[in-house]
């Protein structure tokens, strides 16, 4: 995303140069206008973007926004209450404070405590909006508990709600293009709550364990569109060794050196990265997209490159991803045995206390023609909804709108650099690469919408086992599509 901070830079630098041209260029440097007199070549500046606050505020009234309280180390809620010199927490503080006087209300967070399960926020929000009052200016649900409540007409359509400028950079396109069916979007993702970030999914990796193998940091590859398994794959080649064992099974005193560090069994992330999403949103509908050739070539392709046999890949199965006897996923980083390991953004704060610096990618495209990288979060998530019981949406769009675009110039550019710093240090290309992984997401259809999940799970399997997949397509073709079609005949009913 574009930081609209960077207009007045800009703008700064452009005027500077035009007055040290005026005062040192030769004066056939100038050009005849149309009436015969002499005009400097310049280029217009491009100004600096300014919102369109209201001209009158409401009076101090409240905007209560119902959130779901911090989980799994990943931040949700959006108040803070005071200035403690914490760079993070004091942009948010006056963020907020910022949008009370614009505005003139007083910003009303209410937290609940969710679980795994993905209900608690869900119900709250379902008790209120029965309830038939205004009680919930927008709601930030989990995107794995808010499909229930959208097919129970619960939510107003977002694309409708003129004040909220769905093409700024402060609103996540990729996400919420690829969300939208028949023009409708009941749950977005934008720059006010930074939970979705939280949960990104990327690759991390090693500098040292890298520079040592002499390999080229990966980051030029990504910017040039070749980030790809077949290119993940000389990395993971290149980093797998016995180091003198005996064998590659892992063990917590051992030497062995593996490519990749895995947590548990599931590949969704690589098959999505690689383009094979399971369900294709064709703009009036969402439908069962698997088992083309392409995909086929994809299940080859991870079989082939995620292999644990030749030390490639540790496929950490501890229940703790820090167990050193188990052998946890992140456990086999932090101890230099993986050159990659799996990630999430909120993993982070544990990895400023490793005794090396780390860089972060996407996951690899399938191949160069693969027009995109394709990034994903914990389903467990927040999407922001506003309630069909809104007294009234455009106001309410306005401010949720205005909450974004605040937190896109001044939040998200602190929390970007924060999240990646490696010991005090800030590290440029992964503040980079955190941009272009959080602008490629997609939604987890099959999470979000609790169909296909068994398929996913069963194409895993058959990329470790190397098995092929085409039985398990087949097996869950049909019950997939009817659960789509009861799904889209809810949505819109």
Same mark, same amino acid.
């Given at each position: ?21 005026? @005062? /040192?260029?030769?004066?056939? !440097? ?23 606050? =209201? ?17 799994? +180390? ?9 200035? #403690? ?47 038939? !009052? ?5 709601? $930030? ?5 808010? /499909? ?5 007409? @619960? ?16 609103? +996540? ?45 990966? $980051? ?13 794959? /000389? $990395? ?14 892992? +063990? ?28 294709? +949103?064709?703009?009036?509908? *969402? ?8 995909? &086929? ?26 167990? =050193? ?17 799996? /990630?999430?953004? @909120? ?35 927040? @999407?922001?909804?506003?309630?069909? #019981? ?24 602190? &929390? ?27 939604? *987890? ?15 895993? #399997? ?32």
């Amino acid at each position: 995303m574009k930081h609209f901070l960077k207009y007045s830079l800009l703008l700064s630098v452009l005027l500077t140069a035009a007055v040290l041209s005026a @005062c /040192s260029a030769p004066a056939d !440097d100038a050009v005849e206008t149309a009436g015969g007199t002499s005009a400097a070549q310049t280029e217009p500046a491009e100004t600096e973007y300014v919102y369109p606050y =209201p001209e009158t505020g409401y009076g101090g009234e409240d905007f209560s926004i119902l959130n779901m309280e911090d989980i799994y +180390n990943m931040m949700s809620t959006m108040e803070r209450y005071e200035v #403690t010199g914490e760079a993070l927490n004091d942009a948010i503080y006056n963020r907020n404070r910022l949008i009370e006087e614009k505005f003139d209300i007083a910003l009303q967070e209410t937290l609940v405590t969710d679980t795994w399960e993905l209900k608690a926020v869900a119900s709250e929000a379902r008790t209120a909006i029965a309830a038939g !009052d205004d009680e919930y200016d927008i709601m $930030y649900i989990p995107m794995g508990g808010a /499909s229930p409540l959208i097919t129970e007409g @619960c939510f107003l359509n977002l694309r409708e709600i003129d004040t909220i400028q769905f093409d700024k950079d402060w609103w +996540n396109a990729s996400f919420n293009d690829a969300i939208t069916i028949k023009n409708t979007l009941y749950g977005a993702v934008g720059s006010a709550n930074y939970m979705v970030q939280e949960g990104i999914r990327l690759l991390a990796y090693n500098y040292s364990i890298l520079e040592d193998l002499g390999l080229e940091h990966p $980051y030029d590859l990504v910017r040039e569109g070749k980030w790809t398994m077949d290119a993940f794959n /000389s $990395y993971l080649t290149a980093a797998a060794s016995l180091r003198g064992d005996d064998s590659i099974a892992w +063990n917590k005193d051992g030497n062995v050196a593996y490519g990749y560090s895995h947590n548990q069994t599931s590949m969704e992330s690589f098959l999505f990265s690689c383009g094979e999403m399971m369900m294709k +949103n064709q703009g009036d509908t *969402l439908s069962f997209d698997c088992g083309s050739d392409r995909f &086929y070539n994809v299940i080859d392709k991870l079989a082939a490159v995620l292999t644990t046999e030749d030390a490639k890949v540790f496929q950490g199965m501890a229940g703790d991803d820090m167990d =050193p006897n188990e052998g946890g996923y992140l456990y086999a980083f932090k101890t230099q045995r993986a050159l990659f390991s799996q /990630s999430e953004v @909120c993993k982070f704060q544990i990895f400023r206390e490793f005794d090396f610096d780390f860089g972060i990618v996407p996951y690899p495209k399938y191949d160069e023609a693969q027009e995109s990288y394709i990034s994903n979060t914990w389903y467990g998530t927040t @999407c922001v909804h506003i309630p069909v #019981t809104s007294a009234d949406a455009e106001k309410t769009g306005h401010i949720l709108d205005a909450l974004s675009y605040e937190s896109e110039v001044s939040v998200i550019p602190v &929390y970007r650099e924060i999240t990646v710093e490696n010991k005090g240090l800030r590290n440029e290309d992964s503040v980079e690469m955190l941009e272009i992984i959080a602008n490629s997401l997609k939604p *987890l259809y099959h999470s979000i919408f609790q169909i296909g999940v068994s398929l996913v799970d069963q194409i895993s #399997t058959s990329v470790w086992n190397n098995s092929g997949a085409a039985s398990a397509v087949a097996s869950n073709q049909t019950s997939i599509e009817t659960e789509l079609t009861k799904l889209l005949d809810a949505w819109f009913e």
